[in-house]
């Protein structure tokens, strides 16, 4: 029998929180790769906050040995981070897979990442394969959804695997059906070298490590290699596999998964996509699919003790080593100082990052308001593009404005069809059709700024459907749009870090509900003092905080004095998260504020 | 060291906003802990030769201590401090605790000046807060003091009870015209475990509300300005010549040594407090003992300076290494005219001492 048709390279696809990571546990425990006793909870999760969140971000394939009817198979697991955000990501990482399974929750059925990451896997040509999970909940209606599965997503599903992964039912069920239904790699391992980086990571030891996937040829240590992509080239130092801790091997051949080590520096000089071919010897063709990563969603981040400006860079730099697709670079702000403007994949990346900062480098951050990019036209015809509000051109410099529109797609009960398509008129969204996928769930299709949806959408999204409702959006293009920013005055200073980037249509109530917002949080100082929305030279809003009145200890004797003089430190500790805009004092919530303000309102 | 201050932990009863050390209904414990306050004065350790300036009693109620009991304790200090000609010794008294005999018995001993815990002249405010007293048994006690030959007389007030500030100034008035010297108006706060508390949080309306309360206040310090009482303090005010002089030297940062359970002292750097549980104490044990680092003391002197009219010295700031004129904050209240200068002395000024602890916090280094 020949090499190739006893491997198999799948991945593990589903929406979030359907048992992804689980059921990848449960492979590994079953093939004896790993006893169990070493087993962790949900292994291939490594990051501490990861398995906190019971969601993968960090793709590990493992190499797994099974054995079927006499013969062993080599199964090799590609996990897939289940997000919105790394779409890019999980397509690479099955573009290194035959096959993909399909995990769908048998109580709550298709959801909309079922959906977006089975058309993912169809369009990189793989062999889809539904597994329907967590039939021990009592819930679990596994007939309905294998139903829901033909009739949404198109695919047959009346012999797809009822199991649970979390007790372990018909875990052997997958196996075979990974062997039986999925095809074997093709490749030429005597062709010139051609491998997929699908994903990549830092090692203290070793550098930057690219996890590849070979479709041609061969390669070991020693060997000179090129990135096709960034044309870099670099000389092999080690190859192997993951079981699922790292295990050197001699060479990597066609239709195998594992990594290689070139002593690359940077992760950064390593990205996904790209194709890795011999120096000498090299492929004609590139494999396709490859694209640059670029962020989408930006903030500014600084450190509350401005102190610390230098632990926030170090903290940075050490997570992009292992982050190629988080981008810094310095800002400055009036009101808060030295910090930086970091841009991300999207919203939960964005908040991944910034509760690493807090957790593993206890940082005490200010984030601004998510904001995107804008492609500003001037009127003397140049074109800037900027994410920082602040940074936008005075009015008269300004042609218009262009921002990234997303397609969204949002599945839903019928009964909160009314509610959402309200949030996506609100939010100046574009309706493009709705799909009645069954009776009992909706498929909506809007056009939505992307500035609009960093902006609280999810949250509003999730109340406004009871948490029913599920999300995915792609990137569409720039359009043009009737944008402002809206400055906030505090006693007639402007604090740049509250500025922001709002349709024309929605300045006046947005600027209104900032002003009332800071009004409530920021504590009554010596004097009154405006918080104004403005536009330009134009208030577009006022309030006024009145004085400070009562802030005094009552008396002080012999035997207060100690404990009065604590009293104070304690009071003068609170203040040092305290900002200062010309003689006001804001507290660091007030920058984060601006997002939750229509949670209040409504 | 020149100031005493002895602590009487005795009630009758607990008022509703206090969280003093005191003990209500333990009159039988007064014998056995008069016994171990002596012993305390006795044994201690004090060999700088130097006359006692100021002495204070305060508690709980002094007032509620047999004439024999304060005996002892007065005869415990002349035989063993050196006590002045003109020191100033003061007592903390209830109206109803209060007899003649009492007053005279206490201008005998040489005390000279009397803290008057009135508290209120409303007669619903009285019974709000857990007084005993009624409005005309206070105005009785200062009677009965004048009758004794005691002349400065001080009465405590509480600012924040729901009153119209008309019949508040009206009651300042009455004072005034009894003979008191000496005010101590204190804005009602909140203790956390006090009745008061549990009171306050089942009704929110009970007391004046903040704003309502440093209005009100500034009008009093308006109402006693007018009447020739000087503000030396925050919360204190005097006809000139009758300011407390023991409890200045707490402000001004001299050094004092307390007797007697939970009293604190300022002795040889440290600032010191005895046990608040009367085993403990009498076991001479202490609550805490700490020695002021120059942080420390830099950090009293201007929240104490600042809370009196005199203020702090930049000076004395700087011999402990802090030049407060480098510091921002200090530059632009000064611009702003909250804080006053004069000379080597700043203070803060009146209008913002409802403020103060805000103002004292940028002050700090």
Not at chain 1, 258 to 266: D, E, M, Q
Not at chain 1, 366 to 385: F, L, N, Q
Not at chain 2, 323 to 341: G, H, M, R, T
């Amino acid at each position: 029998m020949e090499r190739f048709q006893k491997i198999r390279n799948f991945c593990i696809i589903a929406h979030i929180d359907h048992g992804k990571s689980t059921l990848a546990d449960r492979l590994i425990e079953s093939t004896g790769t790993l006893a169990k006793r070493d087993m962790q909870e949900q292994l291939l999760d490594s990051m501490e906050l990861e398995r906190e969140k019971g969601i993968t971000i960090k793709l590990t394939p493992t190499t797994m040995h099974y054995t079927y009817e006499g013969e062993e198979y080599e199964l090799n697991l590609i996990d897939t981070p289940g997000h919105v955000d790394f779409t890019y990501e999980v397509s690479r990482s099955l573009a290194a897979c035959e096959g993909a399974i399909l995990i769908v929750d048998a109580s709550q059925g298709v959801e909309a990442q079922t959906l977006a990451n089975a058309y993912l896997a169809v369009d990189n040509n793989l062999e889809v394969l539904p597994v329907i999970n967590k039939i021990d909940l009592p819930s679990a209606r596994p007939e309905e959804i294998k139903k829901e599965i033909e009739d949404v997503i198109g695919i047959p599903a009346m012999h797809a695997p009822c199991i649970s992964a979390k007790d372990g039912t018909n875990i052997d069920q997958v196996l075979q059906m990974i062997i039986k239904e999925f095809p074997s790699p093709v490749g030429d391992e005597n062709g010139k070298l051609k491998c997929l980086i699908f994903d990549s990571y830092y090692d203290n030891f070793k550098g930057a490590i690219c996890l590849i996937r070979v479709f041609d040829g061969k390669v070991k240590v020693g060997d000179k290699i090129r990135m096709m992509h960034t044309g870099k080239t670099y000389e092999v130092t080690e190859v192997g596999i993951f079981v699922p801790f790292a295990k050197q091997k001699d060479c990597l051949m066609a239709g195998e998964v594992g990594y290689l080590t070139g002593s690359i520096k940077n992760i950064s000089d390593i990205e996904v996509g790209d194709t890795i071919t011999h120096d000498d010897d090299p492929t004609n063709d590139a494999l396709s699919g490859y694209k640059k990563v670029q962020p989408v969603v930006f903030c500014g981040v600084f450190t509350v003790d401005g102190a610390k400006y230098n632990d926030l860079k170090d903290a940075l730099e050490k997570l992009k080593l292992n982050d190629a697709s988080l981008s810094f670079q310095p800002e400055v702000s009036q009101a808060l100082g030295f910090g930086f403007r970091c841009g991300f994949l999207g919203l939960l990346h964005l908040e991944i990052i910034t509760q690493r900062l807090e957790r593993e480098y206890n940082l005490d951050i200010i984030t601004t308001a998510p904001s995107v990019y804008y492609r500003v036209h001037k009127t003397d015809g140049s074109m800037v593009e900027l994410s920082n509000p602040s940074s936008l051109p005075s009015p008269v410099e300004i042609d218009y404005i262009e921002e990234p529109c997303a397609n969204v797609h949002i599945f839903t009960p019928p009964a909160y069809v009314g509610a959402i398509m309200e949030l996506c008129q609100d939010k100046r969204g574009i309706y493009k059709d709705l799909v009645y996928l069954d009776t009992n769930r909706v498929k909506l299709n809007y056009s939505l700024p992307l500035g609009e949806i960093v902006y609280d959408f999810f949250d509003s999204l999730k109340s406004r459907s009871k948490g029913y409702a599920s999300l995915d959006y792609e990137i569409s293009d720039f359009e043009r749009s009737d944008l402002v920013r809206v400055d906030i005055l505090l006693n007639g200073e402007k604090c740049d870090a509250l500025s922001i980037i709002v349709h024309k249509d929605k300045a006046y109530t947005r600027g209104r509900a900032l002003v009332e917002k800071l009004k409530k949080i920021i504590p009554r100082q010596l004097f009154e003092v405006p918080i104004q929305a403005a536009i330009g030279s134009k208030i577009i809003a006022r309030e006024t905080l009145s004085a400070m009145r009562k802030d005094v200890l009552a008396k002080c004797y012999g035997g207060d004095i100690t404990r009065k003089r604590k009293l104070l430190e304690k009071q003068k500790e609170g203040k040092k998260r305290m900002r200062r805009i010309g003689s006001v004092e804001i507290p660091s919530e007030a920058f984060m504020s601006i997002l939750k303000l229509d949670d209040e309102d409504k | 060291m020149s100031a005493i201050y002895i602590h009487i932990p005795f009630c009758r009863q607990k008022c509703a906003y206090c969280a003093f050390c005191s003990f209500a209904k333990s009159e039988d414990k007064i014998d056995e802990y008069i016994f171990h306050l002596t012993k305390e004065i006795e044994s201690f350790n004090y060999d700088k030769v130097e006359g006692i300036d100021t002495i204070y009693i305060g508690g709980g109620t002094p007032s509620l201590l047999k004439t024999y009991q304060l005996k002892r304790i007065f005869d415990a200090l002349y035989k063993k401090f050196k006590v002045k000609k003109d020191a100033e010794i003061t007592i903390e008294c209830n109206p109803n605790s209060l007899t003649l005999a009492k007053a005279k018995f206490y201008n005998k001993l040489g005390i000279n000046r009397v803290s008057l815990g009135v508290q209120s002249l409303d007669k619903n405010n009285l019974k709000l807060i857990e007084r005993l007293h009624s409005p005309s048994k206070a105005l009785k006690a200062i009677d009965i003091l004048k009758e004794s030959g005691i002349e400065n007389i001080s009465v405590d007030l509480l600012i924040g009870l729901k009153e119209s500030f008309s019949s508040f100034a009206f009651h300042l008035q009455q004072l005034i015209e009894k003979g008191v010297k000496h005010f101590s108006l204190y804005m009602l706060q909140i203790e956390r475990g006090t009745k008061l508390e549990k009171l306050v949080n089942e009704n929110r309306d009970l007391l004046l509300n903040d704003d309502a309360c440093v209005e009100f206040y500034q009008k009093a310090v308006e109402f006693l300005k007018k009447n020739r009482f000087l503000q030396y303090e925050i919360s204190n005010f005097a006809l000139r010549g009758f300011e407390s002089r023991h409890n200045i030297k707490y402000w001004t940062g001299s050094e004092y040594v307390g007797f007697g359970m939970s009293a604190h002292s300022f002795f040889s750097g440290k600032r010191f407090a005895n046990s608040s549980n009367f085993k403990e104490y009498y076991q001479g044990k202490r609550e805490f003992c700490e020695q002021l680092t120059l942080q420390d003391r830099i950090e009293e002197l201007i929240m104490l300076g600042l809370r009196c009219s005199y203020g702090t010295s930049k000076k004395d700031l700087k011999n402990l290494g802090y030049n407060i004129e480098e510091n921002a904050n200090f530059l632009e209240l000064v611009k702003q005219k909250i804080i006053k200068e004069k000379g080597d002395r700043f203070y803060l000024n009146p209008s913002f001492y409802g403020v103060s602890n805000d103002i004292i916090i940028k002050l700090l280094p």
